[in-house]
């Protein structure tokens, strides 16, 4: 039986509430200063139904919406019977509402109701249509169809003028068969309340309200029962667990009686118990619980009594409350909570939201008991919240904290130092073990790459270290304040670079009374120590050069220099390099060449005279000047050894010296900011090979001479870099092995560098191109259209190169239907549906296509009511 119509007892036999009582509504609010009233009318007649709104304190004006029934909206039934009418009073601020009813119908009347409308206020009226000649003199009607099953309905009653069955009934087809006639009113008068809507629907009835309003006034006859003197409660209440007593008064104790829960019958078992007493016949079920809500009824021969069990589950206390947890991450933390009842529903919560307790979740949920349990294996600092547990009858909560384990460190980083391109590893070892950490190097944290690895979160590894590894490093283990720190020094044995100097073998030759200054670049880390001395090895008779005042040596972090102010020919010889630091050591050798000029040989010797000749031998000088001796031999005066006279030789040694300027250097071509020079070899060498050419700059406002160019050894070149609107001259100098000339050419014109002048080159623009593929900027919206009354869809596109829209009703193109009317302006697409009926409610899609692309939008139209 089912629960819709049941009314509640505690098992004593409680009457029936009144399920008639009228419900107090709010007041409505007072729109209307004039409501329709009811009126009746003959068949064939007009009416009209007048509503009135006053607006003076109303911005615009208010909606009003006609109903018959309870749910038939007239709007959607003008026409030639039904005509609706408004009207503004501007004097007196007041709007008029009408409705007509032209040439009434029988079926016209029944109840109507005005609705009005205005933002959050809103005003009802309800009145009545009599159209009188409906029925007969004698008040009684019968109203006959038939349904679909060719079964004719006859509905009589007494004074039904208000009944309206013709609204939604369509006209049969007349069958050529005679169905017999059925009597609904009968039926529904014998029928259970949870039957009148499936009866309703199977005979056709629209108007089921007005017929219940009718039913309720019929008195029913209640058969007296012959085995029953007194039957069950409609329905029983008991509290789980507990105990209840259906009680049953038999007219005829000697009747056999069966209990029966859900149609099954209840055999005696000591949760169910059979009483006796004089004529009552008891059944007690012991310690209800959830699955004893059922319906139950006894059966006396023919005669049966129905009731149901509501079983009411009592509210689940807390017994013990939760208790605040404070542990540390990665411990174990269970939450356990006593609750009044087994079994119980409860539900874990995390600062007011529900706890996951999913098969992949952290939390698991235990139950055992009245006990319940929340546990977390392995804690983070994240857990840390207020957790609650929400039962029927309380809720209970607890805080937990979840603090970090105490950092101990078991083995600290160590300074190293490592030796340039070999691979660094740091370590260090902290409990817990598991801790996450950032490795930071000079404050800057370390990203790893294919180069550097961190592993373990407390090892990092570099494969091959350069001199931007060394640094401070730090490991920063996450949620600690402690940090672990480490120098690492890179160290590069030294290195002298003497390729630098671009001399054979190492061999650098200088003019006596020349400075001289050697600069050789050097390597190594950290800056090694740098010691010049002259000779093998360091002794007595060697010359250490950074002791000497002539002779200084400097280092800087790059390169050493050594400088010796006034060359001699005593500062010639090998000069040793010796750097060293912690990585090691390393040597070099550089030979110092000082020319000057030679002595004069030895006095010669005459071993030998001839008739007219002699032959002579001399030694070599004692220095030769730093080079080698030419050999040449040159006769001051040349005579003819005369016989017993004495004669006298002289011999001359020549050497090398400076060589002549440079001969015809002119201009050859001045472009731009530009100058090509050229010019021929001296006549005079000096006795040894041309080894490059100096060229110099002057402007012709200062006359100061700036050098271009040193050591060049074509005879042509091009000056470039000039400055535009100065005048140049230009001179060049020659070089031997001994130095530069002492006198250089300059050109006999100047060289005058014009301003060219400047050409304006037009910017290019591209154009921006605004094509672009369809995309809906205001798509279509669900909606609701009455039926006759047009409908429009609108949406509107952005496409360029304009797009191609296509209507779609269901996925189906909608082409050359004057139903439709379709238009676009500016991108703004509408369908317009003239009078549109329920069948054309649907999907309606709008799809707009370009060469680019395509694009659609969708809405569902819902069309409400039909034609009257």
Known sequence: MGRKDSVWSLGDGQPPEDIDKQIETPPLSTLLIEKPQGGSITVGGDITFIAKVEAKDLLRKPTIKWFKGKWMDLASKTGKHLQLK???????????????????????????????????????????????????????????????????????????????????????????????????????????????????????????????????????????????????????????????????????????????????????????????????????????????????????????????????????????????????VNERIELECEVSEEGAKVKWMKNGVEVPTGVRSRYRVKCEGT?????????????????????????????????LKPLKILQDLQDITIKLGQPMKLHCEILPVNVPGRWYRNGQLIQPSERLTILHRAKLEVESCTLHDAGDYTFVPEGYSQSLSAKVHIIDPPRVHLEALNAPDNTVTIVAGNKLRLEIPISGEPAPRVVWMKGERVSRTGIDVNVCVRVRAETFPDHTCLTIDVTEREDSGNYKIVLQNE????????????VDIPDAPGAPLVPVVGGDWCSMTWDPPYYDGGSPILGKHTLEACTYCLESCEQKERINKQNVYLPGPPQCVRIEEVWGENVALDWTPPKDNGNAPITGYTIQKADKKTMEWYTCVEHYHRTCITIGELVVGNEYFFR?????????????????????????????????????????????????????????????????????????????????????DPRYRMFSNQGVCTLEIRKPSPFDGGVYTCKAINELGEAQVDCKLEVKGQSM
């Open 371 to 403: 006990k319940h349990w929340l546990i977390i294996d392995d804690a983070i600092k994240e857990d840390t919240a207020t957790y609650s547990l929400m039962a029927t009858g309380g809720t209970t909560e607890a805080r937990v904290q979840v603090d």
């Open 583 to 594: 990585a090691g050591e390393d040597t070099a050798s550089v030979k110092v060449k000082v």
């Open 732 to 816: 060049i100098f020659s070089e031997n092995m001994v130095g530069l000339s002492e006198s250089a050419t300059t050109t006999k014109d100047s060289a005058v560098i014009v301003k060219e002048g400047m050409h304006l080159k037009n910017p290019e623009y591209i154009d921006y191109d605004f094509t672009e593929a369809p995309k809906f900027t205001q798509p279509l919206i669900n909606t609701f259209a009455i039926a006759g009354y047009n409908a429009s869809l609108n949406c509107s596109v952005r496409a360029n190169p304009r797009p191609k829209v296509i209507w779609m009703k269901n996925k189906i193109t909608i082409l050359d």
């Open 86 to 328: 408004e009207s503004f009073d501007r004097f007196t601020k007041i709007h008029t509402f009408e409705m007509h009813i032209i040439k009434a119908k029988e079926n016209y009347a029944g109840n109507y109701r005005c609705e009005v409308t205005y933002k959050d206020k809103f005003d009802s009226c309800s009145f009545d249509l009599e159209v009188k000649g409906v029925c007969s003199p004698t008040h009684q009607f019968t109203i006959s169809t038939e349904t679909c099953t060719g079964i004719k309905v006859i509905l009589s009653q007494e004074d039904a003028g208000e009944l309206d069955f013709s609204g939604l009934l369509k006209h049969r087809e007349p069958k050529q068969e005679e169905a017999p006639e059925v009597d609904v009113w009968e039926i529904l008068k014998n029928a259970r309340p949870d039957e009148y809507e499936k009866i309703a629907f199977t005979y056709g009835i629209t108007d089921l309200r007005g017929l219940l309003k009718r039913l309720k006034k019929t008195k029913k006859e209640e058969k007296k029962s012959e085995a029953f003197a007194k039957k069950l409660d409609p329905a029983y209440q008991v509290d789980k667990g507990g105990k209840i007593r259906l009680i049953v008064d038999m007219a005829d104790p000697t009747v056999d009686l069966k209990w029966y829960k859900n149609g099954q019958e209840i055999r005696p078992t000591p949760k169910y118990i059979f009483e006796h007493k004089g004529t009552q016949r008891i059944l007690v079920i012991n310690n209800c619980q959830i699955n004893d809500d059922a319906a139950y009824s006894v059966t006396a021969g023919e005669e049966k009594s129905t009731t149901e069990l509501f079983v009411k589950e009592l509210p689940i206390k807390i017994v013990k409350e939760l208790e605040p947890v404070k542990t540390t």
